[in-house]
T-cell receptor
Framework: DAGVIQSPRHEVTEMGQEVTLRCKPISGHDYLFWYRQTMMRGLELLIYFNNNVPIDDSGMPEDRFSAKMPNASFSTLKIQPSEPRDSAVYFC???????????????FGSGTRLTVV | AQSVSQHNHHVILSEAASLELGCNYSYGGTVNLFWYVQYPGQHLQLLLKYFSGDPLVKGIKGFEAEFIKSKFSFNLRKPSVQWSDTAEYFCAVGGGYNKLIFGAGTRLAVHP
């Protein structure tokens, strides 16, 4: 298995531009999580999906952030418009079940390093 | 609310020194506890986990952690670190809110 695949690995964009981050979970994993990592806040859960349905988006910082999962093999996290304070590493993770996630942890992707200038 | 506190943000050690990274959590119920490691430029990888049984858990690469319920702690230890242990270490808690809550992380630098 190729693991959780994220793209792009690095993104540099200008303030005000739209940014789309992509994630392909491990095949068969029903749960997908988006995390943001910053120096100040560490790892924050933004949103997670179960069977393509958003379950908990309470961590999404504001309306500029949106996430979708149109099918079991693809999810996007979009920021529109982007701001410098959105600069961070964004990780996607997946798990076959929630119980599995809570008992055994997630499988993480390599992350997307976003820089907004 | 469930939360995780990692006391040391940066730790610098020489090779062969002993390591202990602190992790405390707040949650009154049954918890599952994890340590993840992130090597430079890589994704997070599971180092070890605890969810029941022996409170002393052994993980990969010589790491271990001890769950002390009375102290709400799950400290990570290694008796002798190597340069290749340079990484960021995250403590995480699962169990109460159907999601893993991560600490802010501890950056470890090991000098040869």
């Amino acid at each position: 298995d190729a693991g959780v695949i994220q793209s792009p690995r690095h993104e540099v964009t200008e303030m005000g531009q739209e940014v789309t981050l992509r994630c392909k979970p491990i095949s068969g994993h029903d749960y997908l999580f988006w995390y943001r990592q910053t120096m100040m806040r560490g790892l924050e859960l933004l949103i997670y999906f179960n069977n393509n349905v958003p379950i908990d988006d309470s961590g999404m910082p504001e309306d500029r952030f949106s996430a979708k999962m149109p099918n079991a093999s693809f999810s996007t996290l979009k920021i529109q418009p982007s701001e410098p304070r959105d600069s961070a590493v964004y990780f996607c993770a997946s798990s076959p079940t929630l119980t599995g996630a809570l008992n055994y942890g997630y499988t993480f992707g390599s992350g997307t390093r976003l820089t907004v200038v | 609310a469930q939360s995780v506190s990692q006391h040391n943000h940066h730790v610098i050690l020489s090779e062969a020194a002993s390591l202990e990274l602190g992790c405390n959590y707040s949650y009154g119920g049954t918890v599952n506890l994890f340590w993840y490691v992130q090597y430079p430029g890589q994704h997070l990888q599971l180092l070890l986990k605890y969810f029941s049984g022996d409170p002393l858990v052994k993980g990969i690469k010589g790491f271990e952690a001890e769950f002390i319920k009375s102290k709400f702690s799950f400290n990570l230890r290694k008796p002798s670190v190597q340069w290749s242990d340079t990484a960021e270490y995250f403590c995480a808690v699962g169990g109460g809110y159907n999601k893993l809550i991560f600490g802010a992380g501890t950056r470890l630098a090991v000098h040869p």
